[in-house]
C-alpha cells in the first residue's frame, strides 16, 4: 500500500419507521457527510457504519425490509459507486441487501472503487444473535471472504461482530489484507468496541477502521459512536465521541510497524504472521475446526424489550 488519509464517519439515521423516502433520506445523508469530510480532510479511503442505509434494527418484518432495499449491485449500492467516482475515492458502506428470495436479507459491506467499480460485496458472516434468522432475527449469514484490491493498498471487510472472531481477519491478513474495514453498530460497551478493533490490528499487522452507528435507530436503539482508526501496532491514532463527524488518520506503511511502541527508539522485531506456529495449528486442525461453547453460564434470556445491536 501507499500512504494516505483514512476516515471513519459516523452518521445518525433518519428518524421514524422505515419507509422507501426514509431509506433515500438516509443516503442522501451518507452522500452529503462523504462529500464534506473529503473536501475538508482529502480522505482517500472514507468507512461508512454498518446498516447506514436503514439503521441497524429495522423495527419490519424481513420480508418488508427485503422489500426496501436492494441487490448489489443495485439501487442501494449506485449513489455511493456515483459518489466515489466523482471524488476519486475508495468507499466502504455497510447496507443490507435483497438476498435471492423474498426475506432473504444479508447485512452487507460495499466497497466501491475510484472508478465508480463496485470492487467487492461481503455479508456478514458472524451476525450477532438477536439479528440472526436463527436467533428469530432478520439476517442470513454469509459465507465469504472479501478482499479487494484498490490504487491505495489491499483492503478487507468484516462487519462488527465479526470482529470478535480472529480467524476472519486472519484470513484476510494470510492472503494479504493491509487495511481492514468494520463497518459496525456496537452497543456492547465502548471498552469491547476498542478492544476487539485494537486487537485484530494487533494480531495481523493490519489497519482497522472501524465506523460505528451513532444516534437512534427506526427501533429507538441508540448508539454510542466512538468511530476509530488503529494502527497495526494497536495504537488508536484518531477517535471519535458520540456526535455526527467523522475522524481521520495518515497511514503510512513505512512507519507502521517502525517502533516497538509508539514513538520508541527500539525497533520491532518480530511479525505475527510470520512468526506463526504453523505446525502446532497443522497439529490441531481438528479441535480448530470442532463445534465448540464455553464452559461458562450463559446469563439466559433477554427482555424482549431490550434491543441488541452489533
Request: aromatic share 6%.
Given at each position: 500500500m501507499?500512504?494516505?488519509?483514512a476516515?471513519?464517519?459516523?452518521?445518525?439515521?433518519?428518524r421514524?419507521?422505515?419507509?422507501?423516502q426514509?431509506?433515500d433520506?438516509?443516503?442522501?445523508?451518507?452522500v452529503?457527510?462523504?462529500?464534506?469530510?473529503?473536501?475538508?480532510?482529502?480522505?482517500?479511503?472514507v468507512?461508512?457504519?454498518?446498516?447506514?442505509?436503514?439503521?441497524?434494527?429495522?423495527?419490519?418484518?424481513?420480508?418488508?425490509?427485503?422489500?426496501?432495499?436492494?441487490?448489489?449491485?443495485?439501487?442501494?449500492?449506485?449513489?455511493?459507486?456515483?459518489?466515489a467516482e466523482?471524488?476519486?475515492?475508495?468507499?466502504?458502506?455497510?447496507?443490507?441487501?435483497?438476498?435471492?428470495?423474498?426475506?432473504?436479507?444479508?447485512?452487507?459491506?460495499?466497497?466501491?472503487?475510484?472508478?465508480?467499480?463496485?470492487?467487492?460485496?461481503?455479508?456478514?458472516?458472524?451476525?450477532?444473535?438477536?439479528?440472526?434468522?436463527?436467533?428469530?432475527?432478520?439476517?442470513?449469514?454469509?459465507?465469504?471472504?472479501?478482499?479487494?484490491d484498490?490504487?491505495?493498498?489491499?483492503?478487507g471487510?468484516?462487519?462488527?461482530f465479526?470482529?470478535?472472531?480472529?480467524?476472519l481477519?486472519?484470513?484476510?491478513?494470510?492472503?494479504?489484507?493491509?487495511?481492514?474495514?468494520?463497518?459496525?453498530a456496537?452497543?456492547?460497551?465502548?471498552?469491547?468496541?476498542?478492544?476487539?478493533?485494537r486487537a485484530?490490528?494487533?494480531?495481523?499487522?493490519?489497519?482497522?477502521?472501524?465506523?460505528?452507528?451513532?444516534?437512534?435507530?427506526?427501533?429507538?436503539?441508540?448508539?454510542?459512536?466512538?468511530?476509530?482508526?488503529?494502527?497495526?501496532?494497536?495504537?488508536i491514532?484518531?477517535?471519535?465521541?458520540?456526535?455526527?463527524?467523522?475522524?481521520?488518520?495518515?497511514?503510512?506503511?513505512?512507519?507502521?510497524?517502525?517502533?516497538?511502541?509508539?514513538?520508541?527508539?527500539?525497533?520491532?522485531?518480530?511479525d505475527?504472521?510470520?512468526?506463526?506456529?504453523?505446525d502446532?495449528?497443522?497439529?490441531?486442525r481438528?479441535?480448530?475446526?470442532?463445534?465448540?461453547?464455553?464452559?461458562?453460564?450463559?446469563?439466559?434470556?433477554?427482555?424482549?424489550?431490550?434491543?441488541?445491536g452489533?
Open positions: 501507499r500512504a494516505f488519509t476516515a471513519a464517519i459516523q452518521v445518525a439515521p433518519v421514524g419507521s422505515l419507509t422507501p426514509v431509506v433520506a438516509n443516503i442522501e445523508r451518507c452529503d457527510f462523504v462529500r464534506r469530510c473529503v473536501a475538508e480532510t482529502g480522505a482517500e479511503l468507512v461508512l457504519p454498518e446498516s447506514a442505509t436503514t439503521g441497524f434494527t429495522p423495527d419490519c418484518s424481513t420480508e418488508q425490509l427485503w422489500d426496501l432495499v436492494s441487490e448489489l449491485p443495485g439501487a442501494m449500492s449506485q449513489p455511493f459507486q456515483d459518489l466523482e471524488l476519486g475515492i475508495v468507499l466502504c458502506v455497510g447496507t443490507y441487501e435483497r438476498g435471492p428470495e423474498r426475506g432473504v436479507v444479508y447485512n452487507a459491506s460495499i466497497l466501491c472503487d475510484t472508478d465508480g467499480a463496485l470492487l467487492g460485496v461481503y455479508r456478514k458472516t458472524h451476525p450477532f444473535c438477536t439479528e440472526a434468522v436463527s436467533g428469530g432475527g432478520w439476517v442470513t449469514p454469509g459465507d465469504t471472504v472479501a478482499l479487494c484498490t490504487a491505495i493498498g489491499r483492503i471487510m468484516i462487519i462488527c465479526d470482529g470478535d472472531y480472529p480467524e481477519s486472519r484470513i484476510q491478513a494470510v492472503q494479504g489484507a493491509e487495511v481492514i474495514c468494520r463497518p459496525s456496537l452497543l456492547r460497551s465502548a471498552d469491547i468496541w476498542e478492544l476487539t478493533s485484530r490490528a494487533y494480531d495481523n499487522h493490519v489497519f482497522v477502521i472501524g465506523a460505528n452507528a451513532t444516534g437512534i435507530d427506526p427501533a429507538g436503539v441508540i448508539y454510542f459512536g466512538n468511530s476509530h482508526i488503529v494502527t497495526p501496532n494497536a495504537t491514532v484518531a477517535k471519535a465521541a458520540s456526535h455526527e463527524g467523522w475522524v481521520t488518520a495518515r497511514l503510512d506503511p513505512d512507519t507502521a510497524l517502525s517502533s516497538l511502541t509508539p514513538g520508541s527508539n527500539i525497533a520491532q522485531g518480530f505475527h504472521l510470520r512468526d506463526r506456529n504453523l502446532l495449528i497443522r497439529r490441531h481438528e479441535e480448530l475446526e470442532a463445534p465448540a461453547k464455553t464452559s461458562f453460564p450463559h446469563g439466559g434470556p433477554r427482555p424482549d424489550h431490550v434491543p441488541e452489533d
